[in-house]
């Protein structure tokens, strides 16, 4: 098939899919150990504090630290891990010097792992080479109501401060008609729209909520000053 031929990509999709089944074992040590490195670097635990991420949140979540000491892993694995993103193309992690956070689904299997560096660059987010395929904390779900947001960051903040029903997308332009499906086919009746008040979260919202309307879901905007994102609120008030 030529070059950028849909087939082509659905199979390559499905291959880097069915890899990434294979290896979930392995993603689960690897998170492990993130997470248990995560106290060892004060850095990573000021960034956290100071984004307004709780303790309560860390352990629910499992969220980590990829510092600068090597995974403990089998040579062999390298190279699988090297092709879903876990390792770049010279064999470094590539999730070195950012927060780690694991992605689950409904099964609480591992379906994507979310990178944010602790000092800002052009590479701040960092994602696997798998296709997002869950809301971040689908656990929401069992609840009538659900703040939606649109990044890890925002729905780790809402939790941080008592809002268990927060869930969240990967950006404006991430709110899956899979994901509305499964809102519709939940308990889920009323969905506060979480997203930045600036320009695009502002169309992105616009958006949702017709997308969630003809599924007969309610939906209203969570509030937030002009060019406030959730997290800015929520530590600069």
Request: hydrophobic content about 30%; some cysteine; overall charge positive.
């Amino acid at each position: 098939y030529p070059k950028g031929n849909p087939i082509t990509r659905k199979a390559q999709v499905q291959k880097q899919a069915q890899l990434h089944s294979n290896l979930r074992g392995h993603l689960d040590d690897v998170v492990q150990q993130y997470h248990e490195d995560l106290c060892k670097h004060r850095k990573a635990n000021e960034y956290l504090k100071r984004r307004g991420i709780t303790k309560k949140a860390i352990d629910r979540f499992q969220i980590g630290y990829a510092g600068f000491k090597p995974l403990q892993l089998p040579p062999k694995l390298i190279k699988p891990l090297q092709q879903i993103g876990l390792f770049n193309k010279f064999g470094r992690e590539a999730y070195m010097g950012r927060i780690t956070v694991p992605i689950r689904n409904d099964l609480g299997n591992i379906a994507q792992l979310y990178g944010r560096r602790i000092t800002d660059s052009d590479f701040n987010h960092y994602y696997l080479k798998v296709p997002h395929r869950t809301i971040f904390n689908p656990e929401a779900l069992k609840h009538y109501q659900i703040h939606l947001c649109e990044s890890v960051i925002d729905t780790l903040t809402l939790y941080s401060n008592g809002i268990e029903n927060a869930c969240g997308v990967y950006g404006t332009n991430s709110l899956k008609d899979d994901y509305i499906k499964k809102i519709a086919s939940s308990q889920v009746e009323d969905v506060v729209i979480a997203y930045d008040n600036d320009k695009a979260g502002n169309e992105a919202a616009h958006l949702a909520a017709k997308k969630l309307k003809k599924e007969n879901i309610r939906s209203q905007r969570f509030k937030l000053p002009a060019g406030y994102d959730v997290n800015q609120y929520l530590t600069n008030p």
